[in-house]
């Protein structure tokens, strides 16, 4: 007895039908994982858009700040302001929302302290 040899067609056709069974399977996982990056790219999208308006409210608050500042002292001849200073590279953003809160005080000593420097003091 001889063994059945194995018919060479039967087995082209095996072999062929794994190929595209494996490029099925392929280009399933590669359109997923498009459909994956073009999600994350959306949603990074959206993170961006947020950030630069909050950037951009910031911006203003702290604009506003300077201009009422350098309103109050512009009329006094003896102090001299400067542009607004630049954005603190060291700066952690985590920590923006304390930073802010840190600028109505320290305005505020400004003021009590100008007023002291300006009011006419009593002998």
């Given at each position: 007895?001889?063994?059945?040899?194995?018919?060479?067609?039967?087995?082209?056709?095996?072999?062929?039908?794994?190929?595209?069974?494996?490029?099925?399977?392929?280009?399933?996982?590669?359109?997923?994982?498009?459909?994956?990056?073009?999600?994350?790219?959306?949603?990074?999208?959206?993170?961006?858009?947020?950030?630069?308006?909050?950037q951009a409210q910031v911006?203003?608050?702290?604009?506003?700040?300077?201009?009422?500042?350098?309103?109050?002292?512009?009329?006094?001849?003896?102090?001299?302001?400067?542009?607004?200073?630049?954005?603190?590279?060291?700066?952690?953003?985590?920590?923006?929302?304390?930073?802010?809160?840190q600028i109505e005080p320290?305005?505020?000593?400004?003021?009590?302290?100008?007023?002291?420097?300006?009011?006419?003091?009593?002998?």
């Open positions: 007895m001889t063994a059945d040899p194995v018919d060479p067609v039967a087995r082209y056709k095996e072999l062929l039908e794994t190929a595209h069974h494996a490029a099925r399977a392929h280009s399933e996982h590669e359109r997923r994982r498009a459909v994956e990056l073009v999600a994350e790219i959306h949603a990074a999208d959206d993170r961006v858009k947020a950030a630069a308006e909050a911006t203003g608050e702290i604009n506003g700040w300077w201009r009422q500042v350098v309103a109050t002292v512009g009329e006094l001849k003896w102090l001299t302001t400067t542009p607004r200073p630049a954005p603190d590279p060291a700066g952690r953003p985590e920590l923006l929302r304390e930073y802010l809160g320290a305005t505020k000593e400004f003021y009590a302290a100008l007023r002291k420097a300006t009011w006419p003091r009593r002998r």
